[in-house]
């Protein structure tokens, strides 16, 4: 009787705080998440694309937090995506150097002193694996594109450098990439430029070179 009583108090303070973390995470597990809202162009879509890119090149847009994947010349696939943090901001070309599917996640010791609760490691296909279920290990660098456990931060700048999507997107996103393909990543804009448009351009500094992770 004592252990009903728990129980029962237990999901009633559960319960009390689902309003809570709606606020928290506003959408969670619906359409309705930051990246999934007008404010940062939706959803995964095709959209018209400059034709400066080639097919199978990634564009990553950190001013429209928006990934590119280049389809056809002139047509790309635009996904939602989380980026850097003002303090990791960076920009620059490189190549998809690997990919992995369930990927391991080990905090780096910048993050170790940030936040000393970590875990020291994460295994594959955890739920709680920061990397998600999918990875794009980019050049020789520690950056990465990947899925991620905290999908309400889509759309947000909330990394140590590497960029977050959907695990739906990032599986999706996955299966198209090669080995090798080029990734741009900038602050340029082409939210305005998709058309061919130059004058939509705006650039945000940031440093280049590929030096940490997430």
Request: glycine content about 12%; charged content about 15%; hydrophobic content about 35%.
């Amino acid at each position: 009787m004592v252990i009903r009583k728990i129980i029962t108090a237990i999901v009633t303070v559960l319960v009390g705080l689902l309003p809570i973390a709606a606020v928290a995470a506003p959408g969670y597990g619906s359409s309705l998440l930051w990246g999934g809202t007008a404010e940062w162009g939706g959803g995964r879509q095709s959209v018209p694309f400059s034709t400066a890119y080639k097919p199978g090149e990634i564009v990553v847009s950190f001013g429209d937090r928006r990934l590119y994947y280049i389809t056809k010349p002139g047509q790309a696939i635009s996904y939602p995506i989380a980026i850097p943090r003002e303090e990791s901001r960076w920009q620059g070309v490189t190549t998809v150097s690997m990919k992995k599917e369930n990927p391991s996640w080990t905090p780096t010791p910048s993050m170790l002193r940030e936040n000393p609760k970590l875990p020291s490691w994460v295994p594959g296909g955890h739920p709680m694996n920061p990397l998600g279920v999918r990875a794009l290990y980019l050049g020789s660098s520690l950056y990465r594109i990947h899925g991620t456990d905290a999908p309400w931060t889509i759309g947000q700048a909330v990394s140590q450098g590497c960029i977050r999507m959907y695990n739906k997107d990032v599986i999706d996103l996955y299966s198209r990439v090669s080995i090798g393909a080029k990734v741009t990543v900038t602050w340029d804009r082409f939210n305005r430029t998709a058309m061919g448009d130059p004058a939509g351009t705006r650039r945000t500094a940031g440093r280049t070179g590929f030096t940490t992770t997430e």
